[in-house]
């Protein structure tokens, strides 16, 4: 059975003074990819889709051209909005992060709530799995989106489930198409490619 395959943007340039939507990938990262995208090649896979922030686009783009397809947008799945704050650097970012994910019900420091954010996720998966294309289905995204997605697929609360465990981020699941469902947890890039379907 085809799959979605949901993919974090591994590296990217970090610029405190380019909005965030904006950061492009690093060489690292497009290393990363590249090297997932030729994994990729003989698997299949019929869709790549990506958010509209230019890191997951950048992924994608990676991805579709050397497997020969489009990338659609979906702004549905970039991550929780922090427009309230902009660029918040380490460590302090990482205390806020805990906080969104600990306090999901709440909206701090003006951030999209966890459990808005989670809603929005797993509506635009959804919509995604239900692309009518034959083949396995990669989506390039973030991994708070990736966390919040898991947390619904592990039916746990939102803080609770698997999370990607490469810090720069660069990992992926399988996830059943129709129902949701999660076949393979977080493995990086370089862990190989998913079976074939």
Known sequence: MPSLIFVTHPEVVIDPQVPVPEWPLSPVGRARMEAFAEALAGRGVSAVYASAERKARDGAEIVAGRLGLPVAVDPDLGEND????????????????????????????????????????????????????????????????????????????????????????????????????????????????????
């Not at 650097?89 to 003006?110: C, D, L, Q, T």
């Not at 746990?156 to 990992?171: A, L, T």
């Open 82 to 197: 922090r427009s309230a704050t902009g660029y918040i650097a380490p460590p302090e970012f990482w205390e806020v992060v805990a906080e969104f994910f600990g306090r999901p019900e709440e909206s701090i420091r003006g951030w999209e709530r966890a459990v808005d954010a989670q809603a929005r996720i797993v509506r635009a998966v959804r919509r995604v799995a239900a692309d009518e294309t034959s083949g396995d289905i990669v989506v390039v995204s973030h991994g708070g989106v990736g966390s919040l997605l898991t947390d619904h697929l592990q039916n746990v609360p939102i803080g609770k489930g698997s999370r990607p465990s490469h810090p720069g981020g660069g990992c992926y699941l399988v996830i059943e198409r129709n129902p949701l469902a999660l076949l393979r947890d977080w493995r990086t890039v370089e862990d190989g490619p998913p079976g074939p379907s």
